[in-house]
């Protein structure tokens, strides 16, 4: 088969079964990294000149991209008809510097300087400060971490939907099952009840875009039960981004022979909290999110 025709089958594809037949063999593996590779340069080329030198000022700075372009990179570039018409770039206070000097180079400019709170879209406590930078009809969100590692304001989101990065050199999602199957998790402790059923920008965007918040007996499905505690995708499971419940992917090809960390990521442990996913004890019906991390 023709690679141009494997190329437009991947378009179909979510991104674990990408993985899965990346891991046929190494061949398969360098179609599927140079497929995605790709497909993020195509998304980065729309805000800056060069996707290499975002790549690279993301890489000297520790930031990762979070929000609607990391999310369209584990959906089928197929099912992704809304585009991606601004960037959420996380980054840490130690040097965010550098890469506003970097985007200022580009052309943007700084429409705004936010502390953390402001937006309904980032109450986050790991968030220090938000700064939003525009060039024409392009739009790129800073967003400064409370902490030495950019990714904890990441872990601290109300949604399953949004718990997914992209860095200079791979790829992470914290609930890949979940969001591959257009479902995600709320954590009303977290997000105001207003704002999960109300049109706040928090929920009710990917609500257009088809995900959905399933119920109890939803989570429960023929095929995939749910034993609390025991199921990755389980609100109430003590969580950590290496576990066999989340998706990491290496994208460098050169570096194709195994899939293992080796960005030298510090270790992240959470739970999402929320919800409990047995009937019962109305008075204790939510439990709260926690985060531990080395920065802490
Ligand atoms: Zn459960």
């Known amino acids: 088969m023709a690679l141009e025709v494997i190329t437009h089958i991947f378009t179909f594809m979510p991104i674990a079964n990408l993985?899965?037949?990346a891991s046929m063999c190494r061949t398969h593996r360098i179609w599927v990294l140079q497929y995605i590779n790709?497909?993020?340069?195509?998304?980065?080329?729309?805000?800056?000149?060069?996707?290499?030198?975002?790549?690279?000022?993301?890489?000297i700075t520790s930031s990762v991209i979070s929000g609607s372009f990391a999310l369209a990179m584990l959906?089928?570039?197929?099912?992704?008809?809304?585009?991606?018409?601004?960037?959420?770039?996380?980054?840490?206070?130690?040097?965010?510097?550098?890469l506003i000097i970097y985007l200022l180079r580009e052309g943007y400019t700084i429409r705004s300087t936010t502390r953390r709170?402001?937006?309904?879209?980032?109450?986050?406590?790991?968030?220090?400060k938000v700064m939003t930078l525009d060039k024409q009809t392009r739009s790129i969100d800073v967003i400064i971490s409370a902490f030495k590692d950019s990714t904890i304001p990441i872990f601290h989101f109300h949604s399953t939907i949004v718990m997914n990065y992209v860095s200079a050199d791979s790829l992470?999602?914290?609930?890949?099952?979940?969001?591959?199957q257009y479902r995600a998790l709320v954590n009303p402790l977290s997000l105001p009840q207003s704002h999960v059923n109300g049109p706040s920008c928090a929920m009710e965007k990917y609500r257009h875009r088809g995900f959905r918040i399933p119920t109890w007996s939803e989570r429960n499905t023929p095929g995939d039960p749910h034993t609390c505690e025991n199921n990755m995708s389980c609100p109430r499971q003590i969580r950590a981004t290496h576990d066999r419940g989340s998706l990491r992917l290496e994208l460098d090809i050169a570096n194709?022979?195994?899939?293992?960390d080796n960005e030298g990521n510090k270790v992240v442990l959470w739970r999402f909290g929320g919800e409990r996913c047995v009937d019962g004890?109305?008075?204790?019906?939510?439990m709260e999110p926690y985060i531990i991390h080395e920065d802490m």
């Open 19 to 21: 993985m899965e037949f």
């Open 75 to 98: 959906l089928p570039a197929a099912d992704v008809a809304w585009g991606v018409a601004d960037l959420d770039i996380y980054t840490n206070f130690k040097s965010y510097h550098r």
């Open 38 to 59: 790709q497909r993020k340069d195509n998304h980065l080329a729309k805000f800056v000149t060069s996707p290499t030198y975002l790549l690279h000022a993301m890489r």
């Open 117 to 128: 709170h402001s937006p309904v879209c980032y109450s986050n406590s790991a968030i220090r």
């Open 281 to 286: 004890n109305q008075e204790d019906i939510y």
């Open 256 to 260: 194709v022979t195994d899939t293992a």
């Open 172 to 180: 992470f999602s914290a609930y890949p099952r979940l969001t591959s």
